[in-house]
């Protein structure tokens, strides 16, 4: 009885490991300060280190950044943190003053005008 009891238990447990599923999502970051492939690069390297990303795909002339991610391992606000960190605002964040002194010269540019935030914004 004790053999049939630990299969048991042992075959709800792997079942609970298979019921994990996979929640793949689509998230379009507005970075306007990244205008360049340098700048580009540095996004790239901050976002290296978060597993859950599959692909991205920067624009520059829309100021965006498109990525694919598991949301199951990653939270989006994880994603917009590690672009602030890295000296870039991200959707509504800022990136702080400290952040984005430490940016390479060609990434302190002015912000291109479709990429400037809309009007009514700093």
């Known amino acids: ?5 630990l299969f048991a238990a042992l075959l709800v447990l792997s079942l609970l490991g298979a019921c994990r599923q996979s929640d793949m999502r689509t998230l ?3 970075v306007p300060q990244v205008t360049s492939a340098a700048c580009e690069s540095r996004v790239r390297q901050a976002l290296l280190p978060l597993k859950g990303i599959e692909s991205l795909e920067f624009d520059h002339a829309a100021g965006t950044l498109t990525l694919r991610y598991e949301s ?3 939270a989006h606000k ?16 800022t990136a702080t ?3 984005r002194r430490a940016l390479p010269p060609e990434c302190l540019g002015p912000v291109a005008e479709t990429n400037a935030p809309p009007p009514g914004r700093p």
């Open 1 to 5: 009885m004790k053999h049939v009891r």
């Open 28 to 30: 379009i970051v507005r």
């Open 72 to 74: 199951m391992i990653l």
């Open 78 to 93: 994880n994603i917009e943190h590690a672009i602030i960190a890295a000296g870039f605002d991200a959707n509504e964040l």
């Open 97 to 99: 003053d400290e952040a």
